[in-house]
C-alpha cells in the first residue's frame, strides 16, 4: 500500500494531464483544482483504508476516474424528477403537489417578462403585491382581507411577531403540536417573541382556564386545530364561538392556525372532520392555513380575516411574499 501512496503524483504534474485541460472549458482553473485535489484525496483514503484492488490499479487514470465520477455527480440537476409510487398524492418528499401544464405555462410566460406584480395597470401607477391575490381569497373564505406568506409555519410566525411580540399568548395544552419537520407550536411562539401561556390539560381544557390566565399582558387567544392527531375519550375543548366571545369581552385577539382546513365542506360527504375556512371565519378574527395541502399547489401559507388586522400585517417590516 505504501508503495502505491507514494506513486501518487503531485498536483502540479497532474494538471499536465490533457484530461485537466479538457475541464478548464467548463471551469476555472481554481474549481478544477479543487477537484483535483478532492480526487487525490479520496483514492489515498481508498488506499490506506484497503478499500481498492491494487492488482492492475493505474494511479493517474484511477485518479481521472474519479475526478470524472464526482463531476457526473455535481453536474445532475439538485431537483429531478421521480416516480412517485406510494400512493400519496401530496407528499413533502416529493415537492407536495404537481403542477398543471397550463399552470406551468402561465409561470413561464410572466416569468421570463416584466409583469404588473406591483403596478396598478388600471390606475396606471404603482399598486400592491397583495392585490394580486387577495381578491381571489376573499372570494372563496368570504374574509374581509386576505394575504400570502411562504408557508404556513411562516403565517403563524409572522402573525405572532407583529401583534404579538413581548405580549402573552393563551394556547391549550392539547392543542401545542408538532407539525412535519419538527415544527413545533411553543417553539414558533418563542421565536416570535411572543409569550406562551398553556391552559388546561392535555385531554381537556374548560372556559374558565382562558378566563383565569388572562392578565394585562394578554394579546391574543390562539386556537391550533389538530389535523395531525385525535384525542378521544375522556376529553372537552372550549368551541371557537365561546373563544370569539371570551375575546370580544376582554378586547383580545382570537386567532385560529387551522393547518389546512379546507374551501369545501367534506364532511357534509361524510368525509373526515376537516373544518372550513370560512365557518373559522365566522369567530376568528385571524385564521391561517396551508395553501400547497389545501388547493394542491406551490407552497404557500394563507391569512384571512379581519381587515384592520390584515392591514396591520400588512404594514409589518418583515419581509412577505
Given at each position: 500500500m505504501?508503495h502505491?501512496?507514494?506513486?501518487?503524483?503531485?498536483?502540479?504534474?497532474?494538471?499536465?494531464?490533457?484530461?485537466?485541460?479538457?475541464?478548464?472549458?467548463?471551469?476555472?482553473?481554481?474549481?478544477?483544482?479543487?477537484?483535483?485535489?478532492?480526487?487525490?484525496?479520496?483514492?489515498?483514503?481508498?488506499?490506506?483504508?484497503?478499500?481498492?484492488?491494487?492488482?492492475?490499479?493505474?494511479?493517474?487514470?484511477?485518479?481521472f476516474?474519479?475526478?470524472?465520477?464526482?463531476?457526473?455527480?455535481?453536474?445532475?440537476?439538485?431537483?429531478?424528477?421521480?416516480i412517485?409510487?406510494?400512493?400519496t398524492?401530496?407528499?413533502?418528499?416529493l415537492?407536495?403537489?404537481?403542477?398543471?401544464?397550463?399552470?406551468?405555462?402561465?409561470?413561464r410566460?410572466?416569468?421570463?417578462?416584466?409583469?404588473?406584480?406591483?403596478?396598478?395597470?388600471?390606475?396606471?401607477?404603482?399598486?400592491?403585491?397583495?392585490?394580486v391575490?387577495?381578491?381571489?381569497?376573499?372570494?372563496?373564505?368570504?374574509?374581509?382581507?386576505?394575504?400570502?406568506?411562504?408557508?404556513?409555519?411562516?403565517?403563524?410566525?409572522?402573525?405572532?411577531?407583529?401583534?404579538?411580540?413581548?405580549?402573552?399568548?393563551?394556547?391549550?395544552?392539547?392543542?401545542?403540536?408538532?407539525i412535519?419537520?419538527?415544527?413545533?407550536?411553543?417553539?414558533?411562539?418563542a421565536?416570535?417573541?411572543?409569550?406562551?401561556?398553556?391552559?388546561?390539560?392535555?385531554?381537556?381544557?374548560?372556559?374558565?382556564?382562558?378566563?383565569?390566565?388572562?392578565?394585562?399582558?394578554?394579546?391574543?387567544?390562539?386556537?391550533?386545530?389538530?389535523?395531525?392527531?385525535k384525542?378521544?375519550?375522556?376529553?372537552?375543548?372550549?368551541?371557537?364561538n365561546?373563544?370569539k366571545?371570551?375575546?370580544?369581552?376582554?378586547?383580545?385577539?382570537?386567532?385560529?392556525?387551522?393547518?389546512?382546513?379546507?374551501?369545501?365542506?367534506?364532511?357534509q360527504?361524510?368525509?373526515?372532520?376537516?373544518?372550513?375556512?370560512?365557518?373559522?371565519?365566522?369567530?376568528?378574527?385571524?385564521?391561517?392555513?396551508?395553501?400547497?395541502?389545501?388547493?394542491?399547489?406551490p407552497?404557500?401559507?394563507?391569512?384571512?380575516?379581519?381587515?384592520q388586522?390584515?392591514?396591520?400585517?400588512k404594514?409589518?417590516?418583515l419581509?412577505?411574499?
Open positions: 505504501n502505491l501512496l507514494r506513486q501518487i503524483p503531485a498536483i502540479h504534474e497532474l494538471q499536465q494531464d490533457k484530461r485537466f485541460s479538457q475541464l478548464l472549458e467548463g471551469m476555472s482553473k481554481q474549481r478544477a483544482t479543487e477537484c483535483l485535489q478532492e480526487a487525490v484525496a479520496e483514492l489515498r483514503d481508498q488506499l490506506v483504508n484497503s478499500q481498492i484492488d491494487d492488482q492492475q490499479l493505474h494511479i493517474t487514470d484511477e485518479i476516474s474519479i475526478l470524472s465520477e464526482r463531476l457526473s455527480e455535481h453536474s445532475l440537476q439538485r431537483l429531478q424528477t421521480v412517485n409510487g406510494t400512493g398524492v401530496l407528499h413533502t418528499n415537492g407536495r403537489a404537481r403542477l398543471s401544464e397550463k399552470a406551468m405555462q402561465n409561470v410566460d410572466v416569468a421570463i417578462n416584466y409583469s404588473n406584480l406591483e403596478y396598478d395597470l388600471q390606475k396606471g401607477k404603482r399598486g400592491s403585491r397583495h392585490d391575490i387577495e381578491g381571489v381569497l376573499k372570494a372563496v373564505t368570504g374574509a374581509e382581507a386576505a394575504m400570502v406568506v411562504n408557508n404556513n409555519a411562516a403565517a403563524v410566525y409572522f402573525i405572532l411577531k407583529s401583534l404579538a411580540k413581548d405580549r402573552e399568548v393563551i394556547v391549550s395544552r392539547g392543542e401545542l403540536v408538532e412535519g419537520g419538527s415544527f413545533r407550536v411553543s417553539s414558533i411562539m421565536e416570535s417573541g411572543a409569550k406562551l401561556v398553556e391552559v388546561g390539560t392535555t385531554n381537556k381544557t374548560h372556559r374558565k382556564d382562558y378566563d383565569e390566565a388572562i392578565t394585562e399582558q394578554t394579546a391574543m387567544i390562539m386556537k391550533v386545530h389538530t389535523s395531525n392527531f384525542v378521544i375519550g375522556f376529553t372537552q375543548e372550549v368551541p371557537p365561546e373563544l366571545q371570551i375575546s370580544e369581552d376582554r378586547g383580545l385577539i382570537f386567532y385560529e392556525d387551522l393547518g389546512s382546513g379546507a374551501l369545501y365542506d367534506f364532511r360527504d361524510g368525509i373526515g372532520a376537516e373544518p372550513t375556512i370560512a365557518a373559522a371565519l365566522k369567530h376568528a378574527d385571524l385564521v391561517s392555513f396551508s395553501g400547497d395541502k389545501l388547493l394542491g399547489g407552497q404557500v401559507g394563507l391569512i384571512a380575516g379581519k381587515k388586522l390584515i392591514d396591520m400585517l404594514k409589518t417590516s419581509p412577505v411574499y
